[in-house]
């Protein structure tokens, strides 16, 4: 049994919250067991096997637009699960999600959004665009964010890790950000630009591991040159107050929100 592990709890070291802070990101390993991945990753299939239904833009490929046949998608990403299968909410996942963001960032922080990503096998263009999460977001009094990412599979370089660039989080303004594959009623993806001078780490994560990033550390990640999927589970914690701005906004996280509502935020980035 995992010493960092008391039921719910997850213990997070020192140097592991001075490494959020101070570079956007961490790796923290061994947050849910195997028994609980696999758990989880029964329900997870029902979604790729489209057994659960997702309506409209909630299912999608954030590596091509809205019209691209759903057999092509290259990272399918399911919009929103705890809406569509409402017993996942409060499952042990979100449970210890929660511990950590406690410790990473405070009290009063809720669940913004979930969502499944999942590359497709052998698909050199499943690379998520260079981007600032806070770039596709409504601009807040309060930015908070922990932003934890499970690995379903062992995460690599092959098949496509999580990869950041941590001197981001100490710039001033956000990086400009544009539209990847047409404006936000074609394609929800934003990207960003980067700098010769810009050092890039990739953070590969062993299944049942987690990365935690920030609403400002600039990340993105590769194609899957493998002959497996490279599938993650995601959970956003923001601040209660946060996402209650947003949804006064009509904000949801949902790739379903009013176009406009969505055309108002995100795409510029250069003044936040
Ligand atoms: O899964 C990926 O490759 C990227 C995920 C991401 O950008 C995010 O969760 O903010």
Known sequence: ????????????SDAERAHFITRGYVHLRGLLSEREVARLEEVYDRFLRREIAVPGKDYCDMAGDYGRDPDDFSII????????????????FERRAASVTRQLC???????????????????????????????????????????????????????CMRFVPR?????????????????????ALGAFLRPDDVVVDVPISRGDVTVHNERVLHGSGGNATAGFRRAYVLAFRPDETIAIERDLGFTHSHNDDDEVLEQVGVEGESR
């Open 1 to 12: 049994m995992d010493d960092r592990i008391d039921g719910d709890e997850y213990r997070v």
């Open 77 to 92: 990403n399911v919009m929103l699960p705890r809406r569509y299968f409402p017993a996942w909410q409060g499952n042990v």
């Open 106 to 160: 405070g009290d009063g922080m809720s669940i913004d959004y979930d969502q499944l990503l999942a590359k497709q096998p052998f698909k050199d263009d499943a690379v998520f665009a260079w981007h600032q999460d806070m770039a596709y977001w409504p601009d807040t009094p309060d930015t908070r964010t922990a932003t934890l990412w499970l690995a379903i599979d062992d995460s690599t370089v092959d098949n496509g």
């Open 168 to 188: 981001s989080v100490n710039e001033s303004t956000l990086r400009p950000h544009v539209p990847q594959f047409g404006d936000r009623g074609e394609s929800h």
